[in-house]
């Protein structure tokens, strides 16, 4: 008898078992456990079954293939079907061996030590040139897969060289990465020595010439030659902070630490409700501030010889030169302080306007913070949320209002409000806290000019 089909085998187990049942007549038959029942079915049908025969050319074929890639194996097995392994499987390891089932593409796994104890193992897994009779049998013709190895090998190669562009894509894009960090490290070491370049030291090159006279004359001589040198090297700064105002309006990310503690100030100033910059001028001053591009601190209008409307007074002048910040451009976090007020109320009312900047400027680099008026002497703090300032002392008087003749009511705080001379000076000092910004704020982190009486905005 050939069997050709799986319904012949079954027949053929069915007929073995019936004559067992039946030969028994009269005489003394030997019960057989069913693991002896299984061996007897097995080794009758491998002595009756005459194994199907491949067609030997598509054989040929399939050895060649397999040869061809060494890296496929493939095995049948009595529990799994027909499976494939191959080694270059992107999860292909010691502790996963992915097998391709071939009966219907969907992968199952062996571990290492469970592939190395086939056919013993749990598939009873068989080298595919390796199989007995009987399971050649039950695994068919080993030539019809032939077609589906080819599809998969052709599938797994296409795979492959999609990976292969994939990594040579992420290595074009790693290198040009590299090239723009490179570029970006260079473009930041150029602005870094630019910057560090046009600083201004607050002392110039020693001099012999100048100790060489007596101690009144030496003094002078020094502050003849400091002015000297700040004149010298304050056009250089200017434009820089120009630049980099325009830079930074762009997007661009300033110099470190200026950027990152710049943009902490932004975000710790939005976090309390201060969205904005201010500083107040005499309205004689607009034209020559746009034509200077921005606000120039004391000295360097002096440096410049620009002559300007001043609202500070001489003994507050005095003050900045005695703690060494007449170099630094004043702003308030409101657009009110005892300071204003003072000015508002005894010179000229209706002449002073409010210029308002963003808290970008505070990226620009040398920004510093004074708990309190700077001209009092406040120790200065490079980080604002460690100035020490009090943000419910300083939104109270920021809520301004109109009376009935349109005209900005400013909130005060007078000692006998408060009772209490420590605390009102506690106060005092949270909602006159500045920032000061060295040389040079450039107009392009102007967002408006306002009438200090009206509040109208200017243009200018």
């Known amino acids: 008898m050939i069997i050709r089909s799986f319904a012949d085998l079954h027949l053929l187990k069915e007929a073995l078992i019936n004559r067992d049942k039946l030969s028994g007549s009269g005489a003394v038959v030997k019960t057989l456990s069913e693991e002896e029942k299984k061996t007897t079915i097995t080794e009758r049908i491998s ?28 095995g049948f097995s009595p529990v799994k079907g027909w499976v494939l392994l191959d080694r270059k499987h992107p999860e292909y390891n010691d502790w996963n061996r992915p097998f391709i089932l071939l009966r219907d593409g969907s992968i199952d796994r062996l571990s290492r030590e469970e592939f190395s104890n086939e056919p013993k193992g749990p598939w009873s897994l068989h080298f595919w040139k390796r199989l007995d009779s009987a399971t050649k049998t039950l695994a068919g013709s080993v ?33 040009k990465e590299s090239e723009w960090a490179a570029q970006l490290s260079a473009e930041h070491t150029i602005d870094r020595n630019e910057d560090l370049a046009t600083r201004i030291d607050d002392e110039p090159r020693f001099s012999p010439e ?21 004149a010298a090297a304050l056009p250089a700064r200017v434009r820089w902070l120009s630049c980099w105002a325009k830079r930074i309006q762009d997007g661009t990310p300033a110099l470190e630490p200026a950027w990152s503690r710049g943009i902490a100030a932004a975000d710790h100033l939005d976090e309390n409700g201060i969205h904005h910059l201010w500083h107040f001028t005499d309205i004689r001053n607009l034209d020559r501030i746009h034509h200077e591009g921005g606000l120039l601190s004391y000295s360097g209008l002096s440096a410049f010889g620009v002559c300007a ?22 702003l308030s976090f409101i657009n009110n302080s005892w300071f204003f007020q003072r000015v508002y109320k005894q010179i000229h009312q209706s002449g002073l306007v409010w210029l308002r900047f963003s808290l970008q400027s505070l990226a620009l680099g040398e920004v510093t913070y004074s708990l309190g008026n ?40 007078h000692s006998y409000e408060i009772g209490d001379d420590v605390l009102f000076r506690q106060i005092s000092k949270m909602w006159n806290s500045e920032i000061l910004i060295k040389h040079f704020l450039p107009l392009e982190f102007c967002s408006g000019a306002f009438d200090c009486r009206t509040g109208k905005i200017i243009q200018f």
């Open 47 to 74: 002595e009756l079954v005459i194994p199907l025969q491949d067609n030997l050319s598509e054989l040929a074929k399939l050895e060649d293939l397999l040869k061809r890639h060494d890296d496929l194996w493939l």
């Open 143 to 175: 030539a019809v897969l032939l077609p589906e190895i080819r599809s998969y090998i052709q599938e797994a190669e296409q795979a492959a060289q999609l990976r292969v562009k994939e990594l040579e894509r992420l290595e074009e894009l790693r290198i």
């Open 210 to 230: 100048i100790y060489s006279f007596a101690d009144l004359e030496i003094q002078e001589k020094s502050a003849t030659a400091k002015k000297e040198h700040y």
């Open 309 to 330: 409307h001043l609202v500070a007074n001489d003994y507050s002048r005095s003050c900045d030169l005695r703690l060494g910040r007449e170099r630094y451009v004043r």
């Open 374 to 413: 700077a001209a009092s002497g406040s120790r200065l703090q490079n980080d604002l949320p460690y100035a020490g300032i009090n943000w419910e002392g300083v939104r109270p008087f920021s809520g301004l209002h109109v009376d009935n003749k349109g005209e900005i009511i400013y909130p005060e705080l």
